[in-house]
């Protein structure tokens, strides 16, 4: 039985004519530049191995890259964390009224602030984790179309942290006012 010859189209060949033409060209550009002629010994196998590394690890992470932006992201379960009782969301407002009764009004917003969070986890809107921040806050609220009374609070709250507004009784009864109208809504 005859055979046609070589098969030269197939991936595997034209793989290693790019291998082939790759190193001549860098061989040729070396000795242009006054290399070594000929045979590299085991300054080419090095040049090599360096090669098939770095392609190997641009093809890993350009992998994990498609990878990534294939994979849907998941929402945060919050369902699954634990639910904060009664008794923390009256711990925060306790102290937020003794924080105020000493003028500490920074404080006191904040610990209403943390009231706060500690309802809407109650009322499994948003969960009570320390990493999210008050534009986290926002986007899930606004999210789930939820009261603005609690977009007050965290706006005031924000301003105080961030030194756009100072922290005195007024802005205090502001964050107070704000976190009954939050706590009358269902």
Same mark, same amino acid.
């Given at each position: 039985?005859? +055979? ?5 189209? $197939? ?5 290693? @004519?790019?291998?082939?033409? *790759? =190193? ?10 006054? &290399?070594?002629? &000929? ?5 080419? +196998?090095?040049?090599?191995? !360096?090669? =098939?590394? #770095?392609?190997? #690890? !641009? ?7 498609? $990878?990534? @932006?294939?994979?849907? !992201? ?10 904060? +009782? ?19 009004? #920074? ?12 309802? *809407?986890?109650?009322? @499994? !809107? ?14 899930? *609220? $606004?999210? @789930? /179309? ?10 005031? /709250? ?8 100072? #922290?005195?009784?007024? $802005? ?9 109208? *939050?706590?009358? +809504?269902?």
């Amino acid at each position: 039985m005859a +055979t046609d010859g070589f098969e030269k189209t $197939s991936i595997f060949w034209q793989f290693d @004519r790019l291998q082939q033409r *790759l =190193w001549e060209g860098f061989e040729s550009a070396l000795t242009a530049m006054g &290399g070594p002629a &000929g045979d590299l010994g085991w300054l080419g +196998t090095l040049i090599q191995i !360096v090669f =098939w590394a #770095a392609l190997i #690890a !641009v093809g890993l992470l350009l992998t994990r890259w498609i $990878s990534r @932006r294939l994979r849907p !992201v998941a929402p945060r379960p919050f369902e699954k964390t634990a639910s904060p +009782t009664a008794s923390e969301v009256r711990s925060w407002q306790d102290r937020a009224g003794a924080l105020a009764r000493d003028g500490r009004w #920074a404080e006191a917003c904040r610990a209403l602030y943390r009231a706060m969070v500690q309802l *809407l986890a109650e009322r @499994r !809107v948003a969960p009570a984790l320390p990493g999210i921040t008050a534009g986290e806050y926002r986007q899930i *609220l $606004s999210e @789930r /179309h939820q009261p603005a009374e609690a977009e007050a609070l965290i706006a005031i /709250h924000e301003a105080i942290v961030f030194g756009e507004q100072p #922290a005195d009784a007024e $802005s205090y009864a502001r964050c107070a006012q704000s976190y009954r109208d *939050l706590e009358g +809504t269902p």
